[in-house]
């Protein structure tokens, strides 16, 4: 069964870090671009930041310099390292995978950030 799940929400201080992990199974990662999304309640989805499969990366502008996006074929793990979190990066981070017109969505999982 092909399955996307993101792991590693949670509680977190601001200022302090945290890692979230999409995983994938039952497909391999290494053709697919895959990117970070998050949901805050009340707003629109947002793209974070993706990585390509030759590894280049983009960031939302409210992110950049703060938040990592990195892959790990041999794991078909897609990290997402968050630096220094704000209260408004509280939402519900979500992970796509995507190649030649054929994407996949994963759970998402909720991450909070105290102030």
């Known amino acids: 069964e092909v399955q996307l799940q993101a792991f590693g929400g949670g509680f977190v201080q601001a200022g302090g870090s945290l890692r979230l992990s999409c995983e994938a199974s039952?497909?391999?990662?290494?053709?697919?671009?895959i990117h970070w999304f998050r949901q805050a309640p009340g707003k629109e989805r947002e793209l974070v930041a993706r990585?390509?499969?030759?590894?280049?990366?983009d960031y939302a502008d409210s992110v950049k310099g703060r938040f990592r996006i990195s892959r790990d074929n041999a794991k078909k793990t897609v990290y997402l390292q968050m630096n220094s979190p704000k209260p408004e990066d509280t939402a519900v981070y979500s992970c796509?995978?995507?190649?030649?017109?054929?994407?996949?969505w994963g759970q998402g999982t909720l991450v909070t950030v105290s102030s």
């Open positions: 039952g497909f391999t990662i290494d053709d697919y671009a």
């Open positions: 990585i390509t499969p030759g590894g280049a990366t």
């Open positions: 796509n995978a995507y190649a030649s017109g054929t994407g996949f």
